[in-house]
């Protein structure tokens, strides 16, 4: 069965500190894999995406995140955090036709 | 560059009552999908169209129907709402055609039942 796993659901950090969030999937087929972002309040916005290629992927605000197929794995990271990287981090992979996302992980930055 | 567009943003209705969300995909996509997210909860797929045919089916209970149409906007019908369907619902609409189906995801609609 195709699932995503997150396995920190809280995370407080101060300002400037590293984050790395985990994410780990379940899925037999080609693999598409996605981390949203959602501050508070608004909806899902594209952080990064893996379709294919350097398993190393940049995206936006600084985010990346590391493909480890022998791991299953697509954790996010970034070196120093703000405050306004308060939010929800929702880990995905892409189904047949659906998006299947992981319980998400809640990031409180403290200044 | 244009976006999935949903409407209404809010919408509050009593149990019991019926509601219709609306929801136009970016131009020249042909799928659509519908997600409802509870609070703090993660987003659930419910269903999703492809050329005005359902493709996928999800958690969508048998109260809610939805469609889509020749301009492929589509319309997701809620009867005798309750409580716990207040979340918010989003939709989102890729281009499946060559198999490139990246989904990009509307503001999404707050639907709150009293």
């Known amino acids: 069965a195709q699932s995503v796993s997150q396995h920190n659901h809280h995370v407080i950090l101060s300002e400037a500190a590293s984050l790395e969030l985990g994410c780990n999937y379940s899925?037999?087929?080609?693999?598409?894999l996605f981390w949203y972002v959602q501050y508070p309040g608004q909806h899902l916005q594209l952080l990064l995406k893996y379709f294919s290629g350097d398993p190393l992927v940049k995206g936006i605000k600084g985010f990346e995140a590391e493909f480890i197929k022998s791991k299953f794995s697509f954790n996010l990271r970034k070196p120093s955090v703000q405050g306004s990287d308060t939010a929800e981090y929702f880990c995905?992979?892409?189904?047949?036709?659906?998006?299947?996302f992981g319980t998400g992980t809640r990031l409180k930055v403290l200044a | 560059a244009a976006g999935v567009i949903q409407s209404p943003r809010h919408l509050i209705k009593e149990k019991r009552e019926t509601a219709t969300l609306k929801c136009y995909p970016i131009p020249r996509h042909d799928t659509v999908y519908w997600y409802q997210q509870g609070p703090g909860q993660d987003p659930q797929f419910l269903i999703s169209?492809?050329?005005?045919?359902?493709?996928d089916k999800g958690s969508i209970p048998d109260r809610f129907s939805a469609q889509q149409f020749s301009d492929y906007h589509s319309e997701l019908n809620m009867s005798s709402l309750e409580l716990g369907d207040s979340a918010l619902y989003f939709c989102?609409?890729?281009?499946?055609?060559?198999?490139?189906?990246?989904?990009?995801f509307g503001p999404g609609t707050r639907l709150t039942v009293l």
């Open positions: 989102a609409s890729s281009l499946s055609r060559g198999g490139y189906n990246e989904q990009f």
């Open positions: 899925y037999g087929g080609t693999v598409n």
């Open positions: 169209f492809y050329e005005k045919m359902q493709s």
């Open positions: 995905a992979v892409r189904g047949t036709y659906k998006y299947i």
